[in-house]
């Protein structure tokens, strides 16, 4: 009897962990990950923030929104409040900076309170292609991504998104 509990919590971490294939999309700035758009909002410097929450029903892996050369990874240590929770600005963290072509785009991918590890898969100074696997976030939580000033967003607050398909960005 005890094989059926962990039949299922094998089956649950696999299904939890997939990574499924997927046929990128065309556009300059793409989701970086699987969720619903929890908030948009303008930032002092003139960029604009698109918040990405995702469940534990999501894919948790990442993808890059744009081609260009990682030019820092940097992992912040914090706590782990609920990704949707105001108080997870104070959340462990991995701040990602990328160099493309619209200039310096930053993400950041935030633990949870269910998540408690940031994986990257690649390190600075790598090259990636727009909708590469960059990393992942175990157990759901939140991507942060700040648009460069100039770029409208073509999603709105509680639309589901798809890391490497929905578009971001209008042209």
């Known amino acids: ?7 299922a919590l094998a089956a649950g971490m696999l299904w939890f962990f997939r990574d499924p294939e997927r046929e990128i999309a065309q556009g300059r ?5 699987d969720g619903v758009v929890q908030s948009i909002m303008p930032w002092k410097d003139g960029r604009t923030r698109v918040a990405i929450f995702m469940s534990p029903l999501n894919v948790h892996v990442n993808r890059a ?3 260009g050369t990682v030019t820092s990874v940097e992992h912040v240590p914090g706590g782990f409040v609920p990704a949707f ?12 900076h990328f160099d493309t072509e619209l200039g310096d785009i ?4 935030i633990a949870g309170a269910v998540a408690r590890r ?11 292609e727009q909708g590469e696997r960059i990393g992942l976030i175990r157990f759901g939580s ?6 460069p000033e100039g770029v409208e967003v073509a999603v709105e607050v509680g639309q589901p998104t798809t890391a490497g398909v929905t578009r971001l960005d209008c042209d």
């Open 29 to 33: 700035v793409i989701s970086p990950a």
């Open 1 to 7: 009897m005890a094989a059926v509990p962990a039949t």
């Open 118 to 128: 940031i994986v990257p898969y690649i390190e600075q100074g790598a090259k990636v």
């Open 106 to 109: 930053e993400m950041v991918q």
């Open 142 to 147: 939140r991507v942060d991504l700040y648009l």
């Open 65 to 67: 929104p744009l081609a």
């Open 85 to 96: 929770n105001k108080e997870s600005e104070n959340n462990e963290r991995v701040v990602w």
